[in-house]
């Protein structure tokens, strides 16, 4: 036995850390656990994890057991980025500055019945870490569409595909004036890392907003987490870009950008769609990375 | 007299399959005159992808009979239980920390089991665990329709099972009536047909109270009020389990009232003389289910795979990861521990159940139409269909031979 073989792609170091999050009842092929991994794994014991109701939640608790290795609370819908200023303050109160306070959220408690929450810390600058894993509908009660579902996407409460625009989250938040804004897909874990990293060593509010597909949602074999993720950055659909102090830089520039038609044909939400309407989201893709910096 | 029919589905694949059954019983019975109920268990929702849930179906002569069955979470005696998919007879752990439940638990004595299997009943019975009284074993051989929730998968097994019950319980429906709830419901002959065929083929297997596997289903207790932390506060699992005699492996954390042995319906088989030891499989698993040992390899835990299938699509290196039919395995034995004790005898036994994925073909569900004629065609290559679709017969190379 001895010595264990050195690891080619990870240090050694990381081998011992993952991951103080342990499974309970996720589906297979679940998208946000491997954020919450990497999150888990990242910033370690200092931390305080808020989560609002989401399958996050859900799958962070029972009875019995917290499946975080660190505080855990399980807060209300409408309120977690509140209740993370409260515990934030209290942490500071007793001299626990070290300790990150992080609110780990769906796209439904951030984007539509959190936001006036999110919003308010946000403008008072509160020092927490918001991380939003996006699966693009409000999985836990069966799939309703959000504010954050892509538009055409079909869901159980819009069958005939979403007809508004996915909100821009992560610029809205930094139309706050926010530090640190950025974006993620679990496919790129070692980008998301990165982003962690650096959002760890920022005071004031932090907006971390990472891509997490949902198998059952989006209509895939559950097998093909990571190859719909990648698509979905590969396409352009999903940008990996950060903004500091105002200055947006993006992080992952496809080199060659593959159509977006490819990364439709992989889901069955996008089923319906024609090949004109496929078009006209290439078009709008095409535009939005003519507009970056 | 009340009868009550329980059906134990996958969460979510098996959502319509699990509805219609109990609806077409309720529906069948009302044919007789008598009242009904069908109704999902609440502990089950909303339900998870792929961890078992039920749906029942009861049924009584009168309101009060059936008002007074219904005052219990769920039905405990079941003149029958519907295992729509086979692995599921390895027990049923929902999600709401029951511990693992034997499927033949809520089965009254004497009552029956009926599963949709290609295996034979004996192969079926070394994976039911043993129950006090005698019971039966019903199969009906089909291969298991995952239905998937964005498109149904009209396979007659709803109607099929509907018509084997009218024969193993006719007490609680009778065939006539649930033909005519189909053709009330469905309209559709050819249904009626596929009900009336299964009433005459399924047959029932005597089971003994000692038949069956002897292992003890995994339980756990859980916490009294007056044990719990003041303020709701529960406590953490701790980062990782210490293994011994394991210099510099590491096994991570992982829940000790929630596992997924009943979860799965796949499972990956590692090929580690092959394995290059990159960590994507570590890495990108949803679960972390892999346990890395000493020597470095990636070792799928059992405790902690639901199956997903992940692993295998990350795997760089052809033919390292497959992912093979649960029903294929018995036990749910460490892979390294195999491969370190008798490396020969390990691969003989991988290559075995990597063949066995030719045979036992399985999809979740479809994404698109037109996809089940084209499953067909795959199965009838495998030499797993033979009946009923005509073209895919006349093909050469079709059925089995």
Same mark, same amino acid.
């Given at each position: 036995?001895?010595?264990?073989?050195?690891?080619?792609?990870?240090?050694?170091?990381?081998?011992?850390?993952?991951?103080? &999050?342990?499974?309970?009842?996720?589906?297979?092929?679940?998208?946000?656990?491997?954020?919450?991994?990497?999150?888990?794994?990242?910033?370690?014991?200092?931390?305080?994890?808020?989560?609002?109701?989401?399958?996050?939640?859900?799958?962070?608790?029972?009875?019995?057991?917290? $499946?975080?290795?660190?505080?855990?609370?399980?807060?209300?819908?409408?309120?977690?980025?509140?209740?993370?200023?409260?515990?934030?303050?209290?942490?500071?109160?007793?001299?626990?500055?070290?300790?990150?306070?992080?609110?780990?959220?769906?796209?439904?408690?951030? =984007?539509?019945?959190?936001?006036?929450?999110?919003?308010?810390?946000?403008?008072?600058?509160?020092?927490?870490?918001?991380?939003?894993?996006?699966?693009?509908?409000?999985?836990?009660?069966?799939?309703?569409?959000?504010?954050?579902?892509?538009?055409?996407?079909?869901?159980?409460?819009?069958?005939?595909? &979403?007809?508004?625009?996915?909100?821009?989250?992560?610029?809205?938040?930094?139309?706050?004036?926010?530090?640190?804004?950025?974006?993620?897909?679990?496919?790129?874990?070692?980008?998301?890392?990165?982003?962690?990293?650096?959002?760890?060593?920022?005071?004031?509010?932090?907006?971390?907003?990472?891509?997490?597909?949902?198998?059952?949602?989006?209509?895939?074999?559950?097998?093909?987490?990571?190859?719909?993720?990648?698509?979905?950055?590969?396409?352009?659909?999903? @940008? =990996?870009?950060?903004?500091?102090?105002?200055?947006?830089?993006? $992080?992952?520039?496809?080199?060659?950008?593959?159509?977006?038609?490819?990364?439709?044909?992989?889901?069955?939400?996008?089923?319906?769609?024609?090949?004109?309407?496929?078009?006209?989201?290439?078009?709008?893709?095409?535009?939005?990375?003519?507009?970056?910096? | @007299?009340? *009868?009550?029919?329980?059906? +134990?589905?996958?969460?979510?694949?098996?959502?319509?399959?699990?509805?219609?059954?109990?609806?077409?019983?309720?529906?069948?019975?009302?044919?007789?005159?008598?009242?009904?109920?069908?109704?999902?268990?609440?502990?089950? $929702?909303?339900?998870?992808?792929?961890?078992?849930?039920?749906?029942?179906?009861?049924?009584?002569?009168?309101?009060?009979?059936?008002?007074?069955?219904?005052?219990?979470?769920?039905?405990?005696?079941?003149?029958?239980?519907?295992?729509?998919?086979?692995?599921?007879?390895?027990? +049923?752990?929902?999600?709401?920390?029951?511990?693992?439940?034997?499927?033949?638990?809520?089965?009254?004595?004497?009552?029956?089991?009926?599963?949709?299997? @290609?295996?034979?009943?004996?192969?079926?019975?070394?994976?039911?665990?043993?129950?006090?009284?005698?019971?039966?074993?019903?199969?009906?051989?089909?291969?298991?329709?995952?239905?998937? =929730?964005?498109?149904?998968?009209?396979?007659?097994?709803?109607?099929?099972?509907?018509?084997?019950?009218?024969?193993?319980?006719?007490? +609680?429906?009778?065939?006539?009536?649930?033909?005519?709830?189909?053709?009330?419901?469905?309209?559709?002959?050819?249904?009626?047909?596929?009900?009336?065929?299964?009433?005459?083929?399924?047959?029932?297997?005597?089971?003994?109270?000692?038949?069956?596997?002897?292992?003890?289903?995994?339980?756990?207790?859980?916490?009294?009020?007056?044990?719990?932390?003041?303020?709701?506060?529960?406590?953490?699992?701790?980062?990782?389990?210490?293994?011994?005699?394991?210099?510099?492996?590491?096994?991570?954390?992982?829940?000790?009232?929630?596992?997924?042995?009943?979860?799965?319906?796949?499972?990956?088989?590692?090929?580690?003389?092959?394995?290059?030891?990159?960590?994507?499989?570590?890495?990108?698993?949803?679960?972390?289910?892999?346990?890395?040992?000493?020597?470095?390899?990636?070792?799928?835990?059992?405790?902690?795979?639901?199956?997903?299938?992940?692993?295998?699509?990350?795997?760089? +290196?052809?033919?390292?990861?497959?992912?093979?039919?649960?029903?294929?395995?018995?036990?749910?034995?460490?892979?390294?521990?195999?491969?370190?004790?008798?490396?020969?005898?390990?691969?003989?036994?991988?290559?075995?159940?990597?063949?066995?994925?030719?045979?036992?073909?399985? $999809?979740?569900?479809?994404?698109?139409?037109?996809?089940?004629?084209?499953?067909?065609?795959?199965?009838?290559?495998?030499?797993?269909?033979?009946? *009923?679709?005509?073209?895919?017969?006349?093909?050469?190379?079709?059925?089995?031979?």
């Amino acid at each position: 036995m001895g010595r264990p073989a050195p690891l080619p792609t990870i240090p050694r170091s990381r081998r011992f850390s993952l991951p103080p &999050v342990m499974k309970g009842t996720a589906c297979e092929g679940c998208g946000a656990l491997p954020a919450a991994d990497l999150l888990a794994e990242l910033l370690g014991p200092k931390m305080a994890v808020i989560c609002p109701a989401s399958c996050a939640a859900t799958f962070s608790l029972s009875y019995t057991n917290a $499946s975080w290795a660190v505080p855990f609370v399980h807060w209300i819908f409408e309120s977690a980025p509140a209740a993370a200023t409260g515990l934030r303050h209290a942490y500071d109160a007793r001299g626990m500055r070290d300790v990150q306070v992080v609110c780990f959220a769906g796209d439904s408690g951030t =984007l539509d019945i959190g936001f006036q929450a999110l919003s308010g810390a946000a403008s008072r600058n509160e020092n927490i870490l918001y991380i939003c894993y996006d699966n693009e509908v409000a999985m836990n009660t069966q799939g309703q569409a959000t504010s954050s579902s892509p538009v055409r996407a079909r869901t159980p409460t819009t069958p005939g595909g &979403v007809p508004t625009l996915k909100k821009d989250a992560p610029r809205i938040m930094a139309a706050h004036g926010v530090p640190y804004v950025a974006t993620a897909a679990v496919s790129h874990l070692a980008d998301y890392r990165a982003k962690l990293k650096r959002a760890a060593r920022v005071r004031g509010f932090r907006y971390l907003h990472v891509l997490s597909p949902c198998p059952i949602a989006w209509g895939y074999p559950h097998d093909q987490t990571i190859e719909v993720t990648r698509a979905a950055v590969e396409t352009g659909m999903w @940008m =990996l870009y950060e903004i500091t102090d105002g200055r947006m830089k993006i $992080s992952y520039r496809p080199k060659r950008r593959r159509p977006v038609r490819e990364y439709l044909a992989l889901q069955r939400r996008f089923a319906h769609l024609g090949r004109r309407e496929a078009q006209r989201l290439q078009k709008r893709v095409d535009e939005s990375w003519r507009a970056t910096p | @007299m009340t *009868g009550s029919v329980e059906v +134990v589905y996958r969460g979510i694949f098996q959502k319509h399959l699990g509805q219609r059954i109990t609806r077409g019983i309720v529906l069948a019975a009302v044919k007789e005159g008598k009242v009904g109920i069908s109704f999902g268990r609440y502990g089950d $929702s909303p339900e998870r992808n792929g961890i078992p849930a039920k749906s029942f179906a009861v049924v009584a002569d009168n309101e009060e009979e059936l008002q007074a069955h219904l005052a219990r979470y769920e039905p405990s005696n079941n003149d029958v239980t519907v295992a729509v998919d086979d692995t599921l007879c390895k027990g +049923v752990e929902s999600w709401a920390w029951y511990g693992l439940q034997p499927i033949n638990k809520l089965t009254r004595a004497g009552g029956t089991v009926l599963a949709t299997s @290609m295996q034979s009943p004996e192969e079926l019975l070394k994976d039911c665990h043993r129950k006090d009284a005698e019971w039966n074993l019903a199969v009906i051989k089909a291969i298991p329709s995952f239905s998937g =929730l964005w498109v149904y998968k009209d396979d007659h097994t709803d109607v099929r099972i509907l018509g084997a019950i009218a024969r193993l319980a006719p007490h +609680v429906v009778k065939l006539e009536s649930i033909e005519a709830a189909i053709r009330q419901e469905w309209g559709d002959e050819l249904k009626v047909t596929s009900a009336r065929k299964a009433y005459e083929r399924v047959e029932a297997r005597k089971v003994r109270p000692d038949e069956g596997n002897s292992e003890k289903p995994y339980e756990f207790q859980l916490p009294k009020w007056w044990e719990m932390k003041e303020g709701l506060v529960i406590p953490g699992i701790p980062v990782q389990q210490e293994v011994e005699g394991w210099n510099g492996g590491y096994r991570p954390g992982r829940n000790p009232t929630f596992k997924k042995f009943s979860t799965r319906t796949m499972r990956p088989v590692v090929d580690f003389e092959i394995c290059t030891k990159c960590t994507l499989c570590w890495l990108q698993c949803p679960d972390s289910c892999f346990d890395v040992t000493p020597s470095g390899h990636y070792d799928a835990n059992m405790e902690a795979c639901c199956g997903c299938g992940v692993c295998e699509a990350v795997c760089p +290196v052809e033919n390292c990861i497959t992912m093979v039919n649960e029903a294929a395995f018995d036990d749910n034995a460490s892979q390294f521990e195999m491969y370190e004790k008798e490396k020969d005898t390990y691969k003989t036994w991988l290559k075995g159940k990597i063949e066995d994925k030719v045979v036992t073909f399985r $999809s979740h569900g479809f994404r698109y139409r037109g996809q089940y004629e084209e499953e067909l065609a795959q199965m009838a290559a495998g030499g797993q269909l033979h009946s *009923g679709v005509q073209s895919i017969n006349e093909e050469p190379g079709a059925g089995p031979g």
